[in-house]
Nanobody, 126 residues
């Protein structure tokens, strides 16, 4: 079992920044991939945002956030971060952290991931 707890969401103006955190516990994570997804209001499915491997610097981003968002991790704190800069209204969504326990690569589909956090709301509005 892996427990994921997101934090750091909130209301921010367009052009602003937020940093989301995902605290992980329950197992050792040496082979895991951690992903960030989001679900916008009215959307039925969660959209891939970014992913990072626990043991190296390999990352992946969806095109909509490249150059604005950065995914990182702190192994000592068992925490994954999503730094979001230059936020736009279309970034408004509930953001979820997820863990892939048996990765073949950096998955970008929800079915690739085994455990999910409860989500944190990000609202970008003037």
């Amino acid at each position: 079992q892996v427990l994921l707890v997101e934090s750091g969401g909130g209301l921010v103006q367009p052009g602003g920044s937020l940093r989301l955190s995902c605290a992980a516990s329950g197992r050792t994570f040496s082979t895991y991939v951690f992903g960030w997804f989001r679900q916008a209001p009215g959307d039925e499915e969660r959209e891939f945002v970014a992913a990072i491997r626990w043991t190296d610097t390999e990352t992946q981003y969806t095109d909509a956030v490249k150059g604005r968002f950065t995914v990182s991790r702190d192994n000592a704190k068992n925490t994954v971060y999503l730094q979001m800069n230059h936020l736009k209204s279309e970034d408004t969504a509930v953001y979820y952290c997820a863990a892939d326990l048996h990765p073949y690569g950096l998955g970008n589909l929800t079915i690739d991931y085994d455990f999910w956090g409860q989500g944190t709301q990000v609202t970008v509005s003037a």
